[in-house]
């Protein structure tokens, strides 16, 4: 937001910051987004974390527990009182999101959606919500091969199962293409010790 919307990975690869944020474009934007809205009311320095910057970079993470708090109320209807208990009560939601600052939460609210319209055999919007998924933590691709044998198994046909498999993908370099070249994405995203961990498996 402060460079104009020039390439972070490339900034911070460039300054030796590896570790600075390993996450695609769609992680990107959902954390950007808030930054830009409040932009007026903040400073241009980037190294600047005061209480607003830090209640600016969780609104996201509220939204996307709202999100999969509302999910679980459609799958569990009858147990409502207890998803808000055991889920939005939660003191290790609240300190992993709220505290401790993971962001965790954003790709698995897309995830959630995924798995949502999945079981509502709404083929083409589940495996986008993949693709998104995907595109804010490279990490979520270990689901792909579970979702192939979940949509198999449902015996759909070939043809389709080909279509769908490749959305995800298409998804990601799509979303994704104004850096998917550049070194400092390549390293900071793709080539992670923890990215590397996932692959192998």
Known sequence: VISGFENPYDFFYASNETS???YPNVMLWILALPRL???????????DVSYAHIFVYRLPMLVADIII????????????????LYYWCSPILFYIS????????????????????????????????????????TAMAVVFPFALVYIVVKKIDIKEVLALISIPLATFLVINSNYLLSPGFINLVLKTKEQMKIFDF
């Open 20 to 22: 600075a944020f390993p």
């Open 98 to 137: 709220y505290v401790h600052g993971q962001l965790d939460v954003l790709p698995i609210m897309l995830l959630f959606i995924f798995l949502y319209f999945l079981f509502l055999e709404k083929w083409y919007w589940a495996f986008a919500f993949l693709g998104l998924a995907i595109s804010a933590k």
């Open 37 to 47: 809205l409040a932009s007026p009311f903040m400073g241009l320095d980037y190294q």
């Open 69 to 84: 708090f509302l999910i679980f109320i459609r799958w569990f209807k009858t147990k409502q009182n207890k998803v808000l």
